[in-house]
């Protein structure tokens, strides 16, 4: 029990376009589900808490009006990344908590980005 | 701010020793703590939780909290060379608050 997946695992873009990623938690339902960005040796960075049917909150730092979030599920929460650039090139990690266990995290395997 | 401290390491261990990785948090309100493991290249897993002081064990893991000190920390009895990664402690209050992770101890385990 407790998976989450996303999608893609991987993926490589040209400068300038858009990248979208789910999250899925796919036998559990998350009210909140965590987006995570982790450079090469870092550790790693809280980007936004999506809540479902509301509005992320967006970490100190990091541009809401280019990573758009949406949490339109239980348990589907998608990152797009506007407008890439060679320095968002990254791992993009979600992470889900159960509805009924607030408490425990579970992090889907990570989506690798690299904008060329 | 909330902050977790842990050593960076690396932390070498030779095959079948204790490896010993602690973890010290500043939120005096934590409730929760979690050990995360995360392998290079992949996403975290979590291995252990602990809400109560004293110590938790499951397998060759040992979760030890000291809520008064701000401490908690991981054991891994009969390390494996398997069990090289980072580690990452995260503390947890309250709600839909996200995790902290402190930046995680590399241990290594040598054969």
């Known amino acids: 029990g407790a998976v989450v997946s996303q999608h893609p695992s991987w993926v490589i873009c040209k400068s300038g376009t858009s990248v979208k990623i789910e999250c899925r938690s796919l036998?559990?339902?998350?009210?909140?589900m965590f987006w995570y960005r982790q450079f090469p040796k870092q550790s790693l960075m809280l980007m936004a808490t999506?809540?479902?049917?509301?509005?992320?909150?967006?970490e100190q730092g990091v541009e809401k009006d280019k990573f758009l979030i949406n949490h339109a599920s239980l348990t589907l929460s998608t990152l797009t990344v506007t407008s890439a650039h060679p320095e968002d090139s990254s791992f993009y990690i979600c992470?889900?908590?159960?509805?009924?266990?607030?408490?425990?995290?579970?992090f889907g395997p990570g989506t690798r980005l690299l904008v060329l | 701010q909330k902050e977790v401290e842990q050593n960076s390491g690396p932390l070498s261990v030779p095959e079948g020793a204790i490896a010993s990785l602690n973890c010290t948090y500043s939120?005096?309100?934590?409730?929760?703590f979690f050990w995360y493991r995360q392998y290079s290249g992949k996403s975290p897993e979590l291995i252990m939780s602990?809400?109560?002081?004293g110590d938790k064990e499951d397998g060759r893991f040992t979760a030890q909290l000291n809520k008064a000190s701000q401490y908690v920390s991981l054991l891994i009895r009969d390390s494996q060379p398997s069990d090289s990664a980072t580690y990452l402690c995260?503390?947890?209050?309250?709600?839909?608050?996200?995790?902290?992770f402190g930046k995680g101890t590399r241990l290594s385990v040598i054969a």
């Open positions: 939120d005096r309100v934590s409730q929760s």
């Open positions: 999506s809540n479902e049917g509301s509005k992320a909150t967006y």
């Open positions: 602990i809400y109560s002081n």
């Open positions: 992470s889900a908590a159960p509805v009924d266990r607030a408490e425990t995290q579970y």
């Open positions: 036998d559990f339902q998350a009210t909140t």
């Open positions: 995260a503390p947890w209050n309250s709600g839909n608050t996200p995790l902290v």
